[in-house]
């Protein structure tokens, strides 16, 4: 069964910085596309940043420059650097993989979300 394990998030001050970490795990051929979604409280969920394979990387405007989207191929694993947060920056954060689970099955996986807190 394929799950994707996240840790990290947490609360912290304006300007801190904080790292989310997602695994891949279960029996998996392929991982594709990684990435970080978020949801703010009465908000629709938004696109924060995703990393293809080859590490080709995708970013939301709005944390352009601060935050930073990594991932380890090896270990199934991508992780979200996020600097200078700032409280608009409070959400669910929820990692995102596109899996290929049999020799011809893909589908999209969600994480179960880790809260992230900017507050003083």
């Known amino acids: 069964q394929v799950q994707l394990v996240e840790s990290g998030g947490g609360l912290v001050q304006p300007g801190g910085s904080l790292r989310l970490s997602c695994a891949a795990t279960?029996?998996?051929?392929?991982?594709?596309?990684m990435g970080w979604y978020r949801q703010a409280p009465g908000k629709e969920r938004e696109l924060v940043a995703v990393?293809?394979?080859?590490?080709?990387?995708n970013y939301a405007d709005s944390v352009k420059g601060r935050f930073t989207v990594s991932r380890v191929n090896a270990k199934n694993t991508v992780y979200l650097q996020m600097d200078s947060l700032k409280p608009e920056d409070t959400a669910v954060y929820s990692c995102?993989?596109?899996?290929?689970?049999?020799?011809?099955?893909?589908?999209?996986?969600w994480g179960q979300g880790t809260l992230v807190t900017v507050s003083s």
């Open positions: 995102n993989a596109d899996i290929q689970y049999t020799p011809y099955t893909f589908r999209e996986f």
């Open positions: 279960g029996s998996i051929v392929r991982v594709n596309t």
């Open positions: 990393i293809s394979s080859a590490g080709s990387r």
